[in-house]
């Protein structure tokens, strides 16, 4: 039988890894900003094997709209370039033979708006995630119940679970809102 303390922390911990990965994945959403977490899914293929970039080369930014890319190894230099144009992330970089420059080109009002739109898709998943948390714990209390745990125990901890979910919501919608305030600021 779990008991209430328990059931707090593993509900907590699920709200905040939600909270966590969506802060991750509004990092990677280009805003016109330079932002090298945008390049943290890129894969370069190093001697045969996938690489993340960061594991090859410096990334390093400079001032707000340029991104530099400094290979460790020289020789890597294209297959970088090659991975950055292949990627989604709609951008080009300058190649001089040392480094790679990335100037972060400034976004048309219609791209802003589908930024966006992915900003509100990607909070509402974390809004589901969260939901899902709190009615996972609300089944094992019940359950708890249906064990022995006396049902005022059970019903003041739902009380302490919806509390909870309340200040995870408002979280999301915090970082959401400073996403689109980003996104949409020219």
Excluded: C
């Excluded at 509900?11 to 990677?28: H, N």
């Excluded at 996972?136 to 909870?164: C, F, H, N, R």
Aim: avoid cysteine; hydrophobic fraction near 35%.
């Amino acid at each position: 039988m779990k008991d209430v303390a328990t059931i707090l922390k593993e509900t907590k911990k699920a709200m905040s890894e939600t909270i966590d990965f969506l802060d991750d994945k509004l990092a990677k959403i280009r805003a016109g900003k330079a932002n090298p977490k945008l390049l943290d899914d890129i894969r370069v293929n190093y001697y045969g094997n996938p690489t993340p970039l960061n594991n090859v080369a410096n990334v390093s930014v400079p001032d707000a709209k340029t991104i530099i890319i400094t290979p460790w190894e020289k020789n890597i230099i294209r297959d970088i370039e090659k991975a950055i144009i292949d990627s989604d992330l709609g951008i080009m970089p300058e190649n001089n033979g040392d480094l790679i420059r990335i100037g972060m080109p400034p976004l048309t009002e219609e791209r802003r708006r589908d930024l966006a739109k992915q900003v509100k898709g990607e909070a509402e998943q974390a809004k589901v995630s969260v939901r899902n948390a709190r009615r996972d714990a609300i089944d094992t209390l019940k359950k708890q119940v249906k064990d022995g745990m006396p049902e005022d125990v059970s019903k003041s901890t739902e009380g302490d679970i919806q509390k909870m979910h309340d200040d995870f919501i408002k979280k999301i919608d915090q970082l959401f809102a400073a996403k689109e305030k980003e996104i949409m600021t020219v």
